[in-house]
């Protein structure tokens, strides 16, 4: 899984699959379900991000994977 911020968008995309999206599906304003070709999610798409979700803060709880910091 990667989170990926992009400041001039203000718009937070979650990969949590290698799979390419087939299908997108807006389940809420500014937020968008993306789905492979068997329907599992592959992406979340979050716009207006800041407005949405505590970006200064990430917590991973009990996460059983190797965790890897990029700075900008």
Do not use: C, F, W
């Not at 992406?43 to 970006?55: E, F, P, Q, S, T």
Request: glycine share 4%.
């Amino acid at each position: 899984m990667k989170l990926n911020y992009y400041a001039e968008t203000d718009s937070l995309y979650i990969d949590l699959s290698s799979k390419p999206s087939k299908e997108s599906v807006e389940i809420s304003e500014g937020v968008v379900l993306d789905y492979d070709a068997e329907g599992n999610i592959t992406g979340i798409d979050i716009d207006n991000a800041r407005h949405k979700i505590n970006l200064n803060e990430i917590i991973l709880n009990k996460v059983p994977s190797q965790v890897q910091t990029i700075t900008a």
